[in-house]
């Protein structure tokens, strides 16, 4: 069996025109568009090229895209004024804080302050609190988990009574993933376990997996013989082994590889994402889909 290679960019695509259309929608008709703020502190090359893809995402999707760049020897004091400063401002719809931050400064007291009806990552406990309720309650799902629904939905992968294992337990995939996947309603309704790297017996739970979501933060855990033939397995590690020059541009970059061995897997799943290529490019659509939603939520649209 030679599974299907489930395209991240490609569905990045399609919902990016989706969002940009509406947002011109909306602009015509209400005069106004999704306001994002990305703050950067330091220069950490891995965040800056993520917040530099975020920026230029925004922009070409219409939203009005402000980017802060703070020193990475800035205060803490001085980045909860500047969250406060668009918590404040009415013209700013999302507020993104690029994490991690440097060490002196305390990532939580930062999540916490931003507003949780502008905390577009979905980070802040209130935003958490409301996705554990699930329906109307939810209001911004994090953007990977919600990516990876998001996946399995355009795919008509079914989830309805499927044996969903996800290996990993961090808030930013696997609890919120667990919850969205098991709550009641189409797209949804799964059977969820949710182990980790220190699970008994972790093989035995990956071959009853008809969705198996690899986001455990280790290069190669998934051995090809835990996949149960014909499944959908969903790779959410992106782990830096190395670097190489790229053919592109001759810089260095990094080699990224995913938790589980692609090619291996390819030959018994039904349904495999890339490393890269398929969960990562995901998130960034979903957060822009989180911002036009902030909108669409002031504007009672939604
Ligand atoms: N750092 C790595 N991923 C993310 C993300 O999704 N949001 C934020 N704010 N920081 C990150």
Redesign the pocket.
Known sequence: MQAEIINGLEIRKAILEEIKTETAEIKAKYGVVPGLVTILVGENPA?VS?VTLKVKTAESMGFNEIQVNMSADCTEQELLDMVEKYNKDDSVHGI?????LPKHIDENKIIYAIDPDKDV?G?HPVNVGRLCLGGEHVKFP???PAGIVEMLNRKNINTNGAEVVIVGRSN?VGKPLANMLCRKGKGANATVTLVHTGTKDLASHCRRADILVAAAGCPDLIKPEWVKPGACVIDVGVNRVGEKISEKTGKKVAILKGDTDFEAISKIAGYVTPVPGGVGPM?IAM?MKNTLNSLKFKLGLI
């Open positions: 965040s993520y993104l804080v690029q994490l991690p990552d980070f994090p953007c990977t930013l998130t957060l």
